[in-house]
């Protein structure tokens, strides 16, 4: 597909609860939707263990093809916390106590609770800053274009807003969708065609057999809002054909 | 962390629609239990475009890393389903029609309404086979250790009753919570001593604060159930001694 901001993001999901289908990821929706509105296109999603090498693995991967690399998970007080250690480890740079993030935790905790494992929330990679958290007084950790966040949904959200407008962002993604009411099949040809007369959009679609209808919502996107309304007008000539009806929206 | 299941799978999730925030995944978790009842850990997750680079490119490091690779999305009529193309493509092979494919669409659309849009879900990477598909015309499909997926949740979860016991899985992985209601901090350094104790288990961390009170979900896996109640005594006892409250489960 074409059709793709200029400026991409990775994520890397840390969390051995949502490869062992104990928790229902909920951050790659909610930080893809985010990262739109900054004008950066999620490009790509690896969830992976609690493990140091794979973690260093996605992140030199995504940090070096993409223009900013997330991380969710890892970043709290306990021993399976290991997200700060291995992103130092994929920079090649030591695990250092930020002393900024001591006095958030000393005022949050109070000096005389700090202990050992709470003072770990306060390790950043050699070189890197905070992100500011508005929720518990630990914060995420930024180092050059990795943003290390929250794995636990509020908190991360939380962190996101303080990060609104510092990525450099493109144009945003914008939408628009159709749903017809037709075997995606009977549909198909057409889509086809008019996808190769509209190479400068991507439409996608997506079936659906819900309350005994069948049908497709077609996704048209592109940063340029003018260019998408054309392929939806075409879309729907293209359900008229077909006798299908058709409605704006999903 | 230790206490994985020898046998391990890897899945590439094609979804510009979950990239683009549009659509909640609702795979992950359920392939990741199915997996485990099956006796095979899922390993890692890779969320790609549309793409067929990036198709390749996740399906090939993932179908050598792990036992098995599934795949889930890509596989329907229309413009924008790739997978059959790049899977082929990752193994070198060419497209063909399977003729038993070709025979369950006839039956299905009616031979006059077998459109080549609708023939296109009945092309496979050459040596491939079919996943059976209870709810609709098109199956899925299977090439060596990867399994082709469709990505509509309910027919996804369809094929994947047709492949229980084909896989060769280990032992499943066993696991039991408790609940302790204490910050998971004051609770660190305490889990750090029994991960010690106890290498042949997995303890993981899981904070919440919800509804007023602040704990963490602590859980103990292993495939080994003998292994597992110990080290639940052990947790419940540190948190005894914080004065924490506990509860079985989460």
């Given at each position: 597909m074409v059709a793709r901001t200029s400026v991409s993001a990775g994520l890397v999901v840390i969390g051995d609860e949502i490869l062992s289908g104990r928790t229902q990821d909920a951050n790659v929706a909610y930080l893809a939707k985010w990262l739109n509105e900054e004008g950066v296109a999620l490009r790509e999603?690896?969830?992976?263990?609690?493990?140091?090498?794979?973690?260093i693995e996605a992140v030199n991967t995504l940090r070096e093809r993409c223009d900013y690399c997330f991380t969710t998970g890892g970043i709290g007080p306990t021993h399976d916390d290991i997200t700060v250690?291995?992103?130092?480890?994929?920079?090649?740079?030591?695990?250092?106590?930020?002393?900024?993030?001591?006095?958030?935790?000393?005022?949050?905790?109070?000096?005389?609770?700090l202990t050992e494992a709470r003072k770990?929330?306060?390790?950043?990679?050699?070189?890197?800053?905070?992100?500011?958290?508005p929720m518990s007084g630990a914060p995420g950790v930024r180092r050059e274009n990795v943003f290390m966040l929250a794995g636990i949904p509020g908190i991360m959200r939380g962190m996101l807003e303080g990060l609104r407008g510092e990525l450099a962002g493109a144009e945003p993604m914008r939408s628009q969708a159709v749903t017809v009411f037709a075997p995606e099949s009977s549909m198909a040809d057409a889509l086809t065609t008019i996808q190769d007369a509209h190479p400068d959009v991507a439409i996608g679609s997506y079936p659906f057999f819900s309350q005994g209808r069948v049908g497709a919502v077609l996704v048209v996107r592109s940063t340029e809002a003018a260019r998408i309304a054309p392929v939806i007008l075409a879309i729907k000539a293209a359900a008229e054909r077909l006798d299908a009806q058709w409605e704006d929206g999903e």
């Open positions: 999603v690896r969830i992976v263990a609690d493990d140091r090498d794979a973690i250690d291995a992103v130092a480890g994929a920079f090649g740079v030591e695990v250092v106590y930020d002393d900024e993030a001591l006095d958030m935790l000393a005022a949050y905790f109070g000096s005389d609770q770990r929330m306060a390790r950043v990679p050699e070189g890197g800053g905070l992100i500011e958290n």
